[in-house]
Every structure is written in structure tokens, then in C-alpha cells.
């Protein structure tokens, strides 16, 4: 059996490791990032951060120590939170008068300063966003899907009433969804959380959640409506156009860094990484083959195709080092770098040079005549490819016949017996929290979200029977 489906976690750690993405520090769940991580990310941000100027947000930053009063003031955030805050307890060799947290999250900070600065209607809406660490001393970790400190964004916005911070919440996690999928090549199903999965202190939770090849989930973005909860607890009011002083609705909302995690674990085959041209740091290499040193024409030919390629705004790498074709061919697929363009003599005989996609298992001859037009197309086709190839896969791992416990259980064992994985369950549930529960106990299956267009609808609750009150997508998760 193949590593990635015997040992998926190993897999999952060599192909990162092998790609040159991060490092381990001495600190327990931190981890460096090294620059081909970091460019990753820098995709994602930029490609976020346009969207989010787009509907209107700007961006500020907001200071990571948190006194421990302010978690005192919503009771379900401090309860959500306080197993896993790391404390400063102790600065210039004097304790601390007051226990400062590493912020796990902002509301607590920014729903303190919004009280200063929302006074009336005119203030209204206030749309932020923060690029900024977190902290969540997690008991297990895994790089860029759990650690202790993440990279973030995490939007906060103030509004007049409900009907438009719902609205708020719901066009974020559309654009998290457009992201995911357009930029990372990752199908998600969006959806309501259950109110044990929500976030604490939140009205309602929404997700995007995606599936991984080990067929477990990873909950890609949230999107909060946290109604008056958290104005209520910093007094953030505001004058109406009547004279009178209302409370805010807020929403939060955010994505982090385990979004290259589970890139990874989307795309990624027996030889390592495979990424999405639009968020490769380097999307095409050209490698000479062959006796090319001695024939300067082939790399003449080389730096010129480089050369458009830049015009055009591709990332690409000429490799031009004295190590073996062979070698270098393996170095860029560790790297999963997405199109790999070989020049030798031959080639260059025929007009031609070769082109290999890094999902593609062969290779194709392409005319040097219209070579940047042929790469820039194959760089758009492998981006759609990856993303059919990943709707494939999760289809064929969702399942739609499972209706009770029973049949989870022995749905569970067949594909274990079989050595496949037991992927997602579209179930029924009858909204009793002691029901859900039963699932994650009996098969540590979790619900995953309550679907916006599931595809298909269940009538009785999988636990107890009775009819059910929604229709979840349930299964294991990171």
C-alpha cells in the first residue's frame, strides 16, 4: 500500500519537508516558515486582501496582549477559549499586576476600542480587517494545520441591525468560498455550524469545509454573526437618527494559514507536492537537457522564452545549475511546482521543446513558435483540472446511504476491512445536542456543517430516528 494511503500524516510531513516549505523551532507547535511557504501564503493574502477592499474593509492591526479582564466580560468566549490561552504572567523582571493572554482571537480587544470610537449612525458600519498571529496551545499539533501560533486574517465589523450584519457574514464566507475554490482548487461545502460547533460567543457559525485525501475534514473559514452579544459586554452603542442609543450587531469572520495545509493535502500524490498555478511560487521551470552546454543556443532560446513568460506575469525559474537533468527534474516535482519545460539539441532541431504538467504523468512536445501561449494555457488547464480532480474525489467519498447508527458503524468497518476510507456521511439529525454527541462518541465522526444545498435530504435522525430537523454533512476531522 502506497504511503499516502497507509500513513497519511507521514506522508503529509515528508512532502512538506521535501518541499522546502517550513522548519520546526524549539518551541512546541511553532514552526518557520520558510520562503516557498511564506509565498503561499502571500497569494492567499493578497488575493483575499483585493476582495476584502473590494466590499469596502480596510485593514488596521490591534495589540496581541489581552488583559484577562476582558475575557471576563462574554462568559461562552472565555469558556471556548481558556483551555487552550498561553499567559504572560511576568515583564522586566516584575510580575504582573493582571495576567495578559496571547490573543487566540480579537473580539475581546476590538469590541473594548470599538466602544470609543462607534458614538452614532454616521460611524456605522465599521468594516475592518487584521493580518496578524494567533495563539491557541493546542495539545496536538501538525504543521500549518494545527499550531501553536498561525498566520491569520480575522475581520470585524460593527452594523445598525441584524439584517445587515447577517448580510455581512453571509458575503464573506461567499468570498472565502470563491477564494478556496478559484485560488486553491478546493471544492468546500458551505454551511451552518451546529450550535455545540459554533464559535464561542457567536449567534450563528458558518463554514466552509473541505475534504481531504485521507477523507478527513478541515474547516476552512468561518464567518460569525454575533449579534449583540459581544456590544452588550464592551457597551459599543450608538445614537440613532432617533435620539436614542442602540446597541451594535458585530460579525467576525477568518481564514489562517491551515489553508496551505489542506492545499496539500488536496493535491498532493505519492511523489509530494502538487500546487495550483495561481498560488505556486514558482509556476514554470526551464531546464536545459542534454550536451546544452555545449550549444549556447539552447539556453539563448531558453532566456528568451523566460523573458516572455515575465511579460506575461508568470513566475518561472531557469535552472541552469550543473546538476543532472534527472536530478532536477525530481528537485521541481518535490517542489510541486506546475509546469516543467525541457530544452535539449533534438528538441531544438525540431522547434520544439518538451512540456510536463506535474499532474500529468507524460510529457508532450510542444512548437517553440507559440511556446509562452501553450504554457499559459496549460497553466490555466491544470488549474481547472486540479479542481475537477478534487470534486471527483470528494463525491466519490461522500455518501448518501447512511441513514442510522448502525449503518455508520458498519459503513465504517466495510472500508476499513477494505483499506479505503470512510469519508463523509450526508445524515439526518433531530437538532438534540445528546444525538450529535452520540455520533462523535460511538464513531468520532463530528458534524462538519448543516449544507445551504445539500444534495439530497434526510427525514430521521441518524442517532435516535425521530424526524430530523437538518441535514449534515458528518465525518472525521484535523
Not at 469558556?79 to 510580575?95: D, I, M, N, R, Y
Not at 439584517?163 to 461545502?189: D, S
Not at 477523507?215 to 454575533?226: E, F, P, R
Not at 539556453?299 to 506575469?313: M, N, P, R, T, Y
Request: net charge negative.
Amino acid at each position: 500500500m502506497s504511503e499516502q494511503k497507509n500513513d497519511f500524516t507521514s506522508w503529509y510531513i515528508r512532502t512538506i519537508q521535501q518541499a522546502d516549505l517550513m522548519d520546526y523551532t524549539p518551541v512546541r507547535g511553532c514552526i518557520a516558515f520558510k520562503p516557498d511557504g511564506y509565498e503561499i501564503w502571500e497569494h492567499i493574502q493578497s488575493e483575499m486582501d483585493r476582495r476584502f477592499k473590494e466590499t469596502g474593509h480596510r485593514n488596521a492591526y490591534f495589540p496581541m496582549l489581552i488583559p484577562e479582564n476582558f475575557f471576563q466580560k462574554e462568559k461562552d468566549h472565555i469558556e471556548g477559549f481558556s483551555p487552550e490561552l498561553p499567559w504572560v504572567t511576568e515583564a522586566a523582571g516584575e510580575k504582573l499586576e493582571e495576567r495578559l493572554a496571547l490573543r487566540p482571537t480579537s473580539e475581546t480587544m476590538i469590541g473594548h476600542l470599538y466602544s470609543d470610537w462607534i458614538k452614532s449612525y454616521r460611524d456605522l458600519p465599521v468594516l475592518i480587517n487584521q493580518w496578524a498571529n494567533v495563539f491557541r496551545w493546542e495539545k496536538k499539533t501538525l504543521p500549518f494545520i494545527r499550531t501553536s501560533e498561525f498566520l491569520w486574517q480575522e475581520g470585524h465589523t460593527a452594523h445598525v441591525d441584524e439584517e445587515e450584519a447577517r448580510e455581512e457574514t453571509m458575503k464573506m464566507l461567499e468570498i472565502y468560498k470563491e477564494v478556496v475554490e478559484e485560488l486553491l482548487a478546493i471544492p468546500v461545502y458551505d454551511g451552518q455550524k451546529t450550535p455545540s460547533e459554533r464559535f464561542a460567543g457567536a449567534v450563528d457559525t458558518y463554514s466552509i469545509e473541505a475534504m481531504m485525501k485521507d477523507g478527513k475534514a478541515v474547516q476552512a473559514g468561518t464567518s460569525h454573526y454575533l449579534g449583540t452579544k459581544f456590544a452588550e459586554a464592551f457597551d459599543i452603542k450608538y445614537l440613532t437618527k432617533e435620539n436614542k442609543h442602540e446597541y451594535v450587531h458585530t460579525t467576525s469572520w477568518g481564514t489562517s494559514t491551515r489553508l496551505i495545509g489542506s492545499m496539500i493535502m488536496v493535491h498532493g500524490d505519492e511523489q509530494g507536492l502538487v500546487l495550483p498555478p495561481r498560488v505556486a511560487p514558482t509556476q514554470v521551470v526551464l531546464i536545459p537537457v542534454g550536451p546544452w552546454k555545449k550549444n549556447p543556443a539552447i539556453v539563448e532560446k531558453l532566456d528568451e522564452v523566460f523573458a516572455a513568460l515575465k511579460v506575461q506575469g508568470v513566475r518561472v525559474r531557469l535552472d541552469d545549475s550543473d546538476q543532472s537533468p534527472g536530478y532536477k527534474f525530481n528537485e521541481w516535482e518535490l517542489k510541486g511546482v506546475p509546469v516543467r519545460i525541457e530544452l535539449g539539441p533534438r528538441d531544438l532541431e525540431k522547434d520544439a521543446a518538451m512540456l510536463k504538467a506535474r499532474d500529468e504523468d507524460e510529457k508532450r512536445q510542444v512548437p517553440l513558435e507559440g511556446i509562452v501561449d501553450a504554457i499559459v494555457a496549460e497553466l490555466d488547464t491544470m488549474q481547472g483540472r486540479l479542481l475537477e480532480k478534487a470534486r471527483e474525489f470528494r463525491a466519490e467519498h461522500s455518501h448518501l446511504n447512511v441513514d442510522t447508527m448502525e449503518d455508520l458503524k458498519a459503513h465504517i468497518e466495510a472500508k476499513q476491512q477494505a483499506g479505503e476510507i470512510p469519508g463523509w456521511v450526508l445524515a439526518g439529525w433531530c437538532g438534540d445536542d445528546d444525538c450529535e454527541a452520540s455520533v462523535q462518541t460511538e464513531t468520532k465522526f463530528t458534524s462538519r456543517n448543516i449544507p445551504f444545498n445539500p444534495p439530497a435530504e434526510k427525514e430521521v435522525c441518524i442517532n435516535c430516528g425521530k424526524p430530523s430537523q437538518h441535514t449534515v454533512w458528518f465525518g472525521r476531522a484535523y
